[in-house]
């Protein structure tokens, strides 16, 4: 099997099983905008959580940047308050709608173009840097994904990930809750396998600890967003705290967050 078929093989093998699907009246994959920003209140803290990314980032000196995924701008309005001209694409109406209210507050330009990539592309100008971060687990088909990111790279690409799929560390409570074996990848590795087949080229890649942990402001609100990706029917309540209490970490700045760990992650990245 070729590089882009397994990493095709290994996303299709996270489909979730139709029956738990529809035992709960929501969609798990929805991305919760208000969470997602939450985790970015200052420029500070996205460097310190990121510093790896950025700092790859920075040394092609961008004048411009494209964040694609950008959600909730976690990973790009810190260029933006630099004077880097950014632009964001971000296809979930809600994570832009957002973006743009963070946008208007912190009184920065950022160019949002509401679409998916590789659709999207067509609406960019080139940048000096074309970056994505936790974006491509979602991306079944990587190709034109990546080519069209190398299209508008005028100095690089620079892409950061989890070393394994983003859902990985909930395999144990599937596992609890509905008796289901869940993957691991793909992986890091898998994903420059299929840069090299793909594009030619051998990027660079750093790996590291860290991240922007998802927190909540108490254990209700953590055990809904958990439970809506566990597929736990509101009247299974009780079985979602028992698998996750054990594992939940009060931090004692008012956060409440599933699992204290860093999260090992890469920077994957190339000149252009
Ligand atoms: C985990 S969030 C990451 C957000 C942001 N990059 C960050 O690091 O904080 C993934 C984002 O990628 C977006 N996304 C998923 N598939 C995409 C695609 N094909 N093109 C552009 N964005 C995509 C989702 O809508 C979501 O906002």
């Known amino acids: 099997m070729d590089a882009v078929d397994h990493w095709r093989s290994q996303l299709e093998a996270w489909a979730l099983p139709q029956d738990l699907l529809d035992a709960v ?7 919760p905008a208000e969470l997602f920003s939450r985790r970015d209140t200052s420029v500070a803290n996205q460097d310190l959580a990121e510093r790896h990314t950025n700092a790859v980032i920075r040394r092609f000196e961008p004048v411009s940047l494209i964040d ?14 630099e004077g880097v001209a950014v632009t964001a694409v971000e ?9 743009r209210s963070l946008i208007a507050e912190r009184g920065v330009t950022v160019d949002v173009i509401e679409g998916s990539w590789p659709d999207a592309a067509g609406l960019v100008l080139p ?13 079944p088909n990587p190709g034109p994904f990546l080519w069209a990111m190398q299209s508008v790279a005028r100095r690089a690409v620079v892409i950061q990930e989890f070393e394994v799929h983003p859902w990985a560390h909930l395999g144990p409570y599937y596992r609890q809750l ?13 994903l420059v396998a299929v840069i090299e087949e793909l594009l030619g080229l051998v990027p660079a890649v750093e790996r590291w600890n860290g991240g922007r942990p998802m927190w909540f402001v ?15 029917p509101d009247d299974r309540r ?5 698998a996750l209490g054990p594992h939940i970490v009060e931090l004692g ?3 409440v967050q599933l699992e204290d760990r860093e999260k090992a992650m890469a920077t994957i990245w190339w000149r252009v």
Request: aromatic content about 8%; charged content about 25%; some cysteine.
């Open 178 to 190: 509905h008796g289901l074996d869940r993957p691991v990848g793909p992986t890091v590795d898998d």
């Open 127 to 139: 940048a000096d840097v074309v970056t994505c971060s936790h974006v491509i687990h979602n991306v």
């Open 238 to 242: 009780a079985d979602l705290e028992a």
């Open 253 to 255: 700045n008012g956060r």
């Open 25 to 31: 009246p929501w969609n798990p994959y929805e991305w």
């Open 68 to 81: 694609i995924g950008a959600g909730t701008g976690g990973s790009c309005l810190q260029y933006a308050e």
């Open 218 to 232: 108490d254990r209700d609100e953590l055990l809904t967003f958990y439970g809506r990706r566990l597929l736990v």
């Open 91 to 99: 296809p979930d109406g809600a994570m832009a709608a957002k973006l």
